[in-house]
């Protein structure tokens, strides 16, 4: 089965740096999301992309987060100005067409460490 | 999105079926029923969903009571490695609505014992 891979699997960075966290969904996907899982919590939305554009964003979603997707395969989210809280699991996940009665696919995750 | 409410966790011995209730009652006429599984921080795995009949795949079967209002995901013959975090999710749907993210829980432990 096509995978959604997510590169590094760990980020290890310091307090007010920028991290950018790699993605490349499924070819033939149109939507993409990124999620995030603070440790012992819920998995958590964060933002949704199509088209090129940002369909939906959370409130965890603020001005210090951005998405892009820079070439034809890669979705990328970037942090510029990490903080603590920011540590945790995310995951990319992408789908075909974005309708309601379709899967999401997963990556196995980035774990983000803010020291 | 409507609120769905599953046990904590739950306990299920190696080879037996899992049976994992889900109420969700306040759901909509056109919302889905999704159930995805997260073993130990991996990312979520899709295992099957539904919006009024019953559906079967090579995971799981989907049972959805006839008022929509709560579903049973059944691992038919559990295993060690289906011990995971199983997530019942209602996913938002309706004519012109552009919100097709999942919203996670807090789902169920599933621990299955040897």
């Known amino acids: 089965e096509p995978e959604v891979t997510q590169t590094p699997s760990h980020q290890v960075t310091q307090m007010g740096q920028e991290v950018i966290l790699r993605c490349v969904p499924i070819s033939n996907h149109l939507y993409f999301y990124w999620y995030r899982q603070i440790l012992g919590q819920k998995v958590e939305f964060l933002v949704s992309?199509?088209?090129?554009?940002?369909?939906?964003k959370s409130e965890i979603f603020d001005d210090q987060f951005s998405v892009e997707r820079p070439d034809g395969s890669n979705f990328t989210l970037k942090i510029r100005s990490t903080k603590l809280e920011d540590s945790a699991m995310y995951f990319c996940?992408?789908?075909?067409?974005?309708?309601?009665?379709?899967?999401?696919?997963f990556g196995s995750g980035t774990q983000l460490s803010v020291l | 999105d409507a609120k769905t409410t599953q046990p904590p966790s739950m306990d299920c011995a190696e080879g037996r079926a899992a049976n994992l209730p889900c109420n969700h009652s306040t759901i909509s006429g056109n919302e889905y029923v999704y159930w995805y599984r997260q073993i130990h921080s991996q990312g979520p795995q899709y295992i099957i969903h539904?919006?009024?009949n019953n559906e079967t795949n090579e995971m799981a079967s989907l049972i959805i009571t006839e008022d929509r209002k709560s579903s049973t995901l059944i691992l038919p013959h559990a295993t060690l490695r289906d011990t995971a975090v199983y997530y019942c999710?209602?996913?938002?749907?309706?004519?012109?609505?552009?919100?097709?993210?999942?919203?996670f829980g807090a789902g169920t432990t599933v621990t299955v014992r040897a």
């Open positions: 539904g919006l009024k």
């Open positions: 992309f199509y088209n090129n554009e940002i369909s939906e």
């Open positions: 999710i209602v996913r938002v749907a309706g004519e012109g609505s552009n919100d097709y993210k999942l919203s």
């Open positions: 996940a992408s789908s075909v067409l974005g309708i309601t009665n379709e899967k999401l696919f």
